[in-house]
């Protein structure tokens, strides 16, 4: 029955061809083959195309390359690689950034586990996601659940790893996560508009009004990025007073905008006081102890209020 499923994996890149490369090979080396690899460059400016070309990716039929015309974030090259997918009649969207590699068995294990599982109403699979070291990424799928931000993902307890093959969760990143042609249909694409940060926790809130999401705990992918001890989810207004440069600061305040955004839009309690008091709080931090005091501190309370207002002005990215 899955080898009648049409699959293609969606995978955004910006400046990581050596990384890409690992992705690709992984993605063209799986036990269950995908039937296509939908890859978006958001106009990268390393020579990623060259590099594809010299490798001999763009000459292999399975690989669909779409070079953007501009650096749509994340969430764009997510939002126009699945459009492209949908439009091209795949029933399902395996998502992965370009710093991603499944294991060889990944996708056949995922299709295994979901079939297994007696839920007609199941719209979205996810594979475990591991770092270098063989650690669980456990802040990369989990639950929704109420702190100070509301709407957003609380990691799913270490024990339950080792449960059963299969566990019905609310949120998965998009970093090996399989979704169904059916729940696309249903909802739609991801919000391009948050360019960074989020767009995940959004599309899968939107999911998990549709349909079911399952971990597939036999299914793994390695995710070889570098935790950014700057940006912690959990805690994303405390940020202990570290200097950034100022475009990774940026990236940092719309993840803010994004989440206030998202919680207005979803009309979850959130505490706009509490919120206020805490970017005060960081607001302080800066004028002490960073550089750039005063443009940092209205990028802050730009962000606030763009989220408030439900403003997505990316530009600011490029202009600085």
Known sequence: MTDLLKIAAVVVTYNRKELLKECLDALLAQTRPVDSIILMDNASTDGTPEFLEKMGYLSNPVIDYVRLPENTGGAGGFHYGIKRGYEKGFDWLWLMDDDAEPMEDSLELLLIGGQAINDENIGALA???IDNNGNICNTCRGNFGFNRWNLI???????????????????????????????????????????????????????????????????????????????????ILYFNFKRTSLKKFILQNIGIRNVIYLNIKYKRNINILKIMFSLLKRSAGVILFDKNKIKRTLIIWKAF????????????IFKN
């Open 127 to 129: 594979s475990v996601v």
């Open 305 to 316: 209020f763009d989220g408030i207002r439900g403003r997505f002005d990316n530009s600011i």
């Open 153 to 235: 993902q609380t990691p799913l307890p270490p024990e339950s790893y080792k449960m059963n093959n299969k566990i019905k969760i609310e949120f998965a990143s998009f970093v090996g996560i399989l979704i169904s042609r059916n729940v696309i249909q249903r909802i739609g694409f991801p919000d391009a508009k948050f360019f960074i940060y989020h767009d995940d926790v959004e599309y899968c809130y939107r999911i998990n009004q549709v349909s079911s999401l399952y971990l597939i705990n036999k299914s793994f992918i390695l995710h070889k990025i570098t935790k950014n001890k700057d940006y912690d989810i959990k805690n």
